[in-house]
């Protein structure tokens, strides 16, 4: 199974979501996934797993995850114990800084995640797990109620929300350290690697190799663990770097293709459609009208 784009109801005016203390299930979870927007998920109770870009981290009361855009990320619900929790995906045009003189930016816990290769955080007093609470409360009643000035009361408390979020993991009480990973050492160092070299033509022989594991062992936990196949999971990445270059530089698009670690400019097309639904030209050209 290739790994889904979720797409959301567009809304110019307000592009926001929240699935509000939401009991997970294997059954009806999303598989491996990536979406353009950014999403926090809070966790009220319960157990689990979830594999966010090359992390594998354990779930459990008080785990905040946080989500950029177009990272790839499953959850793994516990069965005896699944967990409860809330989430919320915004458009990060909805959270565009202005400058007020100081370093601070909506968007700074997102790009600490990526550059740490850190996506959770842990709330361990009971006084932060209520504040944090609190604030998705508020923001579900303002979104179910539908009361005059709620878009803008909903913006209000996201922002309030991502600045308390931001002290939190700058403070001491914080465990913005290392990102911890649940699954075997070989998994952690193949993941790894393959996220040194993704664009490079890897083998599963070679990552058998690498790991000092069958390649059945290896494609066994492998798909346990993530729910995809490795040639799955390294080919979504290269399409996830291409959606990038696509939107950041002027490159042509045949040279975007081999840099991402495709052999031909037709596999490129056909990759890219599959999993994007539109051309990689079609793709630019739309963003950047939007933009």
Request: with cysteine.
């Given at each position: 199974m290739q790994p889904i784009q979720k797409l959301f109801n567009p809304d110019n005016f307000f592009p926001f979501q929240i699935v509000y203390k939401d009991t997970k299930s294997v059954e009806v979870e999303l598989p491996y996934h990536f979406h353009d927007w950014y999403e926090i998920v809070y966790v009220y109770d319960g157990n689990g797993t979830f594999f966010i870009d090359h992390s594998i981290l354990s779930m459990e009361k008080g785990s905040i995850f946080i989500i950029p855009g177009n990272t790839l990320h499953r959850a793994i619900p516990d069965y005896e114990n699944p967990v409860t929790s809330t989430a919320i995906f915004f458009n990060p045009i909805l959270i565009q800084n202005r400058i007020l003189g100081d370093s601070f930016s909506y968007f700074h816990i997102f790009e600490e995640s990526l550059r740490l290769n850190n996506f959770k955080y842990k709330l361990d007093g009971i006084d932060e797990q209520i504040v944090?609470?609190?604030?998705?409360?508020?923001?579900?009643?303002?979104?179910?109620?539908?009361?005059?000035?709620?878009?803008?009361?909903?913006?209000?408390?996201?922002?309030?929300?991502?600045?308390?979020?931001?002290?939190?993991?700058?403070?001491?009480?914080?465990?913005?350290?290392?990102?911890e990973f649940s699954g075997p050492i070989w998994m952690k160092d193949i993941l790894g690697y393959i996220e040194e070299n993704y664009?490079?033509?890897?083998?599963?022989?070679?990552?058998?190799?690498?790991?000092?594991?069958?390649?059945?062992?290896?494609?066994?936990?492998?798909?346990?663990?993530?729910?995809?196949?490795?040639?799955?999971?390294?080919?979504?990445?290269?399409?996830?770097?291409a959606k990038e270059l696509l939107l950041s530089t002027d490159e042509k698009i045949n040279t975007i293709a081999l840099?991402?670690?495709?052999?031909?400019?037709?596999?490129?097309?056909?990759?890219?459609?599959?999993?994007?639904?539109?051309?990689?030209?079609t793709f630019r050209k739309k963003k950047i009208e939007e933009m």
């Open positions: 944090f609470a609190n604030f998705l409360e508020t923001i579900q009643l303002e979104v179910c109620q539908e009361t005059l000035g709620y878009r803008h009361a909903t913006l209000l408390e996201l922002q309030a929300l991502l600045l308390y979020l931001g002290r939190i993991m700058t403070s001491c009480r914080s465990t913005a350290k290392a990102a664009t490079l033509g890897i083998s599963l022989d070679q990552l058998s190799q690498f790991g000092n594991v069958s390649t059945a062992h290896l494609s066994r936990v492998f798909k346990q663990m993530t729910g995809f196949n490795v040639s799955d999971y390294i080919t979504t990445k290269k399409i996830i770097k840099e991402c670690g495709f052999e031909s400019l037709p596999h490129f097309h056909r990759t890219f459609k599959k999993l994007i639904g539109s051309t990689p030209s």
